[in-house]
């Protein structure tokens, strides 16, 4: 019985080496996982002029449902509960994401947003630089990491989920089509050096 279990092996194997011999593909298990290049959004596809020749549905019309109207600019005010920080916070994030950010759409997620961010600063502020603040201990003698700790750690995880969805990092512009690398020339430095001025005369 064992010899028959044996040359069962043997067959099979000289099989699998004579399907390799003659250029034969084994079948592979199916994951789920498709192959080949993610799929780019049809808004980058219709930006780069469709190099793939695909099929794309025709662009919004600015009064479809469809469509999203950036803000362009034109700043939401900043919400009551925001601090000093919350409201720089505010100003940052919506001019970072200009080019992009809908007000009818973003609006909420910016809220979650910023109010995460203020929370988390201010129990950072709280805790102190102190790292022995981090730590305390308890009636029984032992030391355990602040509750505080923890709260950050969830905000910091939160904050990064929110920021990916929102298209501030790096890897989602790129994806987005909304950034692209290039080295800075003689035009770059000459409108940093314009826009210095003229900052410079406003407060004049």
Sequence with gaps: MHRGRGQ??????CFVAQGKAHGCAMPTARTG???????????????????????????PMPDSPNAVIVYAGDIPPTPE?????????????????SRYLSKGHDLLMMELLVE??????????????????????????????HPAVKQLENADGQITA??????????????????EVRVADELDSYRQRSDARAAKDSKK
């Design 8 to 13: 069962a092996m043997s067959v099979g194997l």
């Design 33 to 59: 996982t498709g192959r080949g290049a993610k799929s780019q959004p049809i808004e980058l596809q219709r930006a780069r002029g469709n190099p793939n020749h695909k099929k794309l549905p025709p662009a």
């Design 81 to 97: 509960w925001c601090d000093e920080h919350g409201a720089r916070l505010w100003v940052q994030l919506w001019n970072a994401g």
């Design 116 to 145: 995460k961010l203020q929370t988390s600063q201010l129990l950072r502020a709280w805790l102190g630089t102190d790292v022995r603040n981090r730590w305390y201990t308890t009636a029984n003698g032992q030391t355990v990491s």
């Design 162 to 179: 929110w920021l990916v969805l929102l298209g501030f990092p790096v890897s989602e512009r790129a994806r987005l089509g909304l950034f």
